[in-house]
């Protein structure tokens, strides 16, 4: 044992009288009543403890036998260990053992933090990335990628210019006229740039989502709303209350549809933001500083499917949330098994997806927040595309689960107004369970020069227009317009499904609860992708999917059934000419060979940067 000779327990016992009477004094500066209050708790806590310090005992009494050979063991070793370390530290002045333990205590907590965001590097990215992403920061491959992207940006830029020269436009502009041109001179070069849009007339569209609405009633109505509002600013309510009493009526008005309001939770609330993507980047800041704020977590973590919509991703990268990623089952979807797992301590939102964009298929939405709800963890549903489409399909009665408001357990949904609800693009809702988690995506400043400050979202001014032909298009429309044009898409989507299955060498990718239908491949060697490439020679838009790879549509009220029959006809078409060509190279121009080296390259930098390139080029090019 340490030698402790008499004046050392001496001076210990001065340090003990010295530390007693401090602390004294520090109880007497302290408030009686927060003196007594503390007692209580102190009392509280003791008597909650009471019962485990009996079960602690008992562990370690029972776990004594198993360790007691190892601690006999061991003592010998520990007590040889303390006499070198006391010999050599004997002539250490006790200023260097403080200054030693200090430093040696900041390298192992940063050692620790070290082994820690490893850990995690590898867990979120796992081996082969890791090495990859060591391959490509070799100077030779390094040269050999930035050559390959600046070709790559060269091409889409010269691409762009061609099209654009094609058009017989105007040259482009690279600085502010120095006179003002007449409005029709405006105009004039306005229906240039317009005519190289493609052109939506009613029902004829050959585009996947994108244009939602359908009619030249609705379309003229929304164009008028908003010619009414252009100079209204929410942020002005005092001068502009329409808008401000607008937005709260479509928010109330889509909570309405989404287990809110009258008929449901009279708690939900929310408000509208500018699409899909700030309606979620604003449930997920709102979700994180909730829970910051309930349970004190300052690493959050974000659990979503890899179905979910990429805005999540976004979210997390601004707000410095861990992204844990999730596979969906053999059915596409979510389950609730596989969030149990995920769920840990430091997590702050578990997203869900009615329907997500990919499949178009709706996560297990009541099973999932049977999970969060128990361990009171926010629970988002993003119903960017399903908002307004399946509270109707399924007073039709097509089959659609519980995915709303109605199911305890969620605590917030985005949905958009720009999409299926039938608006302009622009707008979308954000809704919450009650204002205890709304109050989060306020901004409020107190010692602003500019003045007391309170901001709902991320927009400072916001276009009161767009909020009137939001406004516009859901009492244009109705419950009955919303059911009618329900009837007609899923009729659309049925039919386009049916047709699909009927194509020998695809299949429809899970079971889709709405309109929007995948479809892969089912037979080796027919590339999807090529096949999206003929699709695109014949003026369709489809969207690619990739894990598996595949494509999908997004069929909506701009798509009559005539061109659903179109779309069968040419992709029948598409997949018999690349069964008879597998090896054809195509013409070189479609996105195929893009998709087939990002499906092979395992260092999702390589692809990344590729995507920056075309970014940059497309922010350049005029
Ligand atoms: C479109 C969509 C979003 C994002 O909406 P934007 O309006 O494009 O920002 C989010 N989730 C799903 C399921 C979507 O379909």
Known sequence: MLAQGPERSAQLSAHGATLRSWLDSAVQAVPPASRERAAEVAQVASNALA??????????????????????????????????????????EPWQLVLLTAVATLVAARLLRGLRSAVRTLQDKGWSQLVAGFLLDLPLVRGRVAREQASLAAKVREDLRKKAAAGGAPPALRALPRSGSAPNDVKRQLKYKEAEDMRFADGDSRVSGTVYMAGAVHKQLLSEAYAMFTLTNPMHSDVFPSVRKMEGEVVAMTASIL???PSGDPGVCGSMTSGGTESILTAVKASRDYMAAKRGITEPEMVVAVSAHAAFVKAAEYFKIRVIKLPVGADYRLSAVTVRGAIGPNTVLVVASAVGFPHGVMDHVEDIAKVTRRRGIPLHVDCCLGGFVLPFARKLGHRVPSFDFSVPGVTSISTDTHKFGMAHKGTSVVLYRSSDIRRHQFTSITDWTGGLYISPGFAGSRSGALIATAWASLVHMGEEGFMVAAETMMKSAQQFIAGVEAIDGLEVVGQPEMTVVAFKASRRGLDIYKVNDLLSQAGWHLNALQRPAALHICLTAAHSQGIVQLLLRDLKEAVQTVLQDPQGKGDGEGMAPLYGMAATVPDRRIVSQ????????LLEAM
């Open 51 to 92: 019962p485990h310090a009996e079960a602690v005992r008992r562990i370690c009494h029972r776990l004594h036998p198993v360790f007691a050979p190892t601690i006999a063991a061991a003592t010998p070793h520990v007590e040889h260990a303390a006499k070198w370390c006391n010999q050599h530290m004997a002539a250490l």
């Open 610 to 617: 590729f995507l920056v390139a075309y970014q940059d080029a």
């Open 259 to 261: 287990g809110g309001g």
